[in-house]
């Protein structure tokens, strides 16, 4: 049974960092993708990051993206427990909302509907 477990999402003013964390587990998928996404209160899932998976375990030959309004910004990568990271940079009060990362078997990037395993959220508020 696939499980995808976030974490790390909290308060931070204008200008802060966070880290999520997505740990994932329940699958033997030897490619596959993992993307970060995001859904702001009265507004639908949008992708933000995703991150490509090879069977030799490593990211190389595989790939990233990364949405034009946190590029610069934000920053995707996993780890060899393939648990996936977003570090947040520079976050403004736009990239509040709730963070969810989801197992993608189709492409990177691709639509929230696309995605068919998700974890339960981690919610990031940015305020002063």
């Known amino acids: 049974q696939v499980q995808l477990v976030e974490s790390g999402g909290g308060l931070v003013q204008p200008g802060g960092s966070l880290r999520l964390s997505c740990a994932t587990s329940?699958?033997?998928?030897?490619?596959?993708?993992i993307g970060w996404f995001r859904q702001a209160p009265g507004k639908e899932r949008e992708g933000v990051s995703c991150?490509?998976?090879?069977?030799?375990?490593?990211?190389?030959?595989?790939?990233s993206y990364m949405a034009g309004s946190v590029k610069g910004r934000f920053t995707i990568s996993r780890d060899a427990k393939n648990t996936v990271f977003l570090q947040m940079d520079s976050l403004q009060p736009e990239d509040t909302g709730i963070y969810y990362c989801?197992?993608?078997?189709?492409?990177?990037?691709?639509?929230?509907?696309?995605?068919?395993?998700w974890g339960q959220g981690t919610r990031v508020t940015v305020s002063s």
């Open positions: 989801g197992l993608i078997r189709t492409g990177c990037p691709t639509s929230a509907s696309e995605v068919q395993d």
């Open positions: 991150i490509v998976i090879n069977d030799s375990g490593s990211e190389r030959g595989g790939g």
């Open positions: 329940g699958f033997t998928l030897r490619n596959y993708i």
